[in-house]
Nanobody
């Protein structure tokens, strides 16, 4: 099974940008859809974005549409989340996970997460 490691988080000012990476180890990366989720302090984990195995199908949560872009490079076993025009409400720990069908309740093999903090 695939093992995931998130990176790229940090502290940025509102309006700034970050690119998160999720590196996968294992031989089955191309077989999985990938998703990004986030969890803010005291709140439930929420869906952010997902991408199909080929990268041709992408979906986004309403709060990030037009600002975030999910992509993947199967040759590098990596999925990315480009985050632009960041807002303080984007502050959260961001996690990536795998899925076999892109259903919201189907993700597993969560990484350790990477902290994103957006200052006002």
């Amino acid at each position: 099974q695939v093992q995931l490691v998130e990176s790229g988080g940090g502290l940025v000012q509102a309006g700034g940008s970050l690119r998160l990476s999720c590196a996968a180890s294992g031989r089955s990366f191309r077989s999985y859809a990938m998703g990004w989720f986030r969890q803010a302090p005291g709140k439930e984990r929420e869906f952010v974005a997902a991408i199909s195995t080929s990268g041709r199908v992408r979906s986004y949560a309403d709060p990030v549409k037009g600002r975030f872009t999910i992509s993947r490079d199967n040759a590098k076993n990596t999925v990315y989340l480009q985050m632009n025009s960041l807002k303080p409400e984007d502050t959260a720990v961001y996690y990536c996970a795998v899925s076999e069908n892109m259903r919201l309740d189907s993700y597993y093999n969560w990484g350790q997460g990477t902290q994103v903090t957006v200052s006002s």
